[in-house]
């Protein structure tokens, strides 16, 4: 429960926060399992955007991180998110958190954690002013992290050549790609909004749907089911692993792959993918050798301040894979707020309102519409006494 009422404003908030304790160090795992009035404790350097709207969406009644949320690096945009969210943030509580038993009642003020009357952990509270502070010291040391992006940049293109450049280790799918449009979907940036808008494109052209990891999912949920799924399955559900897609498990350099053993568990075929770099540059990859006519990603990564957001050097393969693919590539994000519907409520009803005037107007003008009105009209009137005896008691019967 809370303490305080939450206010709409993005100001900071005094008071105490009351709540279980809802404990994972991976915020995408935390999210599946976080219910409104709980407190997340997370353990997230650097929170990007896309993990603190899916924290907005659970609507906890706090988020305790054990790290910086952001540690200057670049400027992250996930505590503004939470902020202007108005869900209280405390940072750098430190691992002593991270120790907490879940769905234990934890007390939370001005940056102090406790357990009844034990102190867990303190930490920083953020409000509108520290994280613009913040933010601010971290553009300073943009600059750093662009060298550190190119240098990533160049180590891939020297380890993963063959693949760029010549298709070298792309697997075998059953899935027919060849000659047709693929829609990749990733659970990021406004998929949802471009998922909607792109509904009468899929009727039309009913690509091939590939979704990556989480992107299965929302596929599902937006009433369509994916032909393929690809990733390291960390973040998709049993039910799409298990609803007839196929499924190509992405893989390390090194023969390692970390959701190999869930998918053999559901028992479901798998195809492996080793390569370097994210399962969206492997789905595009693989679209790309196959022979698909056009690629469109929803959901995807396409800005620097984005790459830098996932928070790994390896962001440095999607760029090399969007030069890659090159002009099949068509990118769906925004289109959902640049195609947004700007007709209001009050200009629909006035346009269906002069359509039956233009329709009244048309049959008033011919002998078959007026005999049509007027029987019309007399059997309104008929309907109109009947209505009225029954308040008043007098006899209104329907002629017929």
Known sequence: MRVFQRKNSPQPQTGTVVGPARVDARTKALTKRLRPGDVAVIDHLDLDRVSAEALVACRPSAVLNAARSTSGRYPNLGPEILVEAGIPLVD????????????????????????????????????????????????????????????????????????????????????????????????????????????SYIREYRPVLIGVDGGADAILEAGWKPQMIVGDMDSVSDKALTCGAEVVVHAYRDGRAPGLSRVEQLGVPYVLFPATGTSEDVAMLLADDKGAELIVAVGTHATLVEFLDKGRSGMASTFLTRLRVGGKLVDAKGVSRLYRQRISNLQLVLLIASGLVALFIALASTAAGQTLLGLVGARWDDLFSWVVGLFTGAQSPIRH
């Open 92 to 199: 750098d509580l430190g691992p002593d958190v991270m120790a907490v038993t879940e769905g234990a009642q934890l007390h939370v003020e001005d940056g102090v954690v406790r357990l009844g009357e034990r102190l867990v952990a303190e930490g920083v509270a953020q409000d509108a002013q520290t994280v613009a502070a913040a933010m601010e010291d971290a553009r300073a040391g943009l600059s750093v992290q662009l060298e550190s992006f190119a240098a990533n940049t160049m180590d891939y293109l020297r380890r993963e050549r063959e693949l760029l450049l010549d298709g070298v280790g792309v697997p075998e799918v059953a899935t027919s790609i060849d000659g047709r449009h693929v829609l990749i979907v990733v659970r990021g940036y406004h998929y949802k909004d471009d998922l909607v808008t792109l509904r």
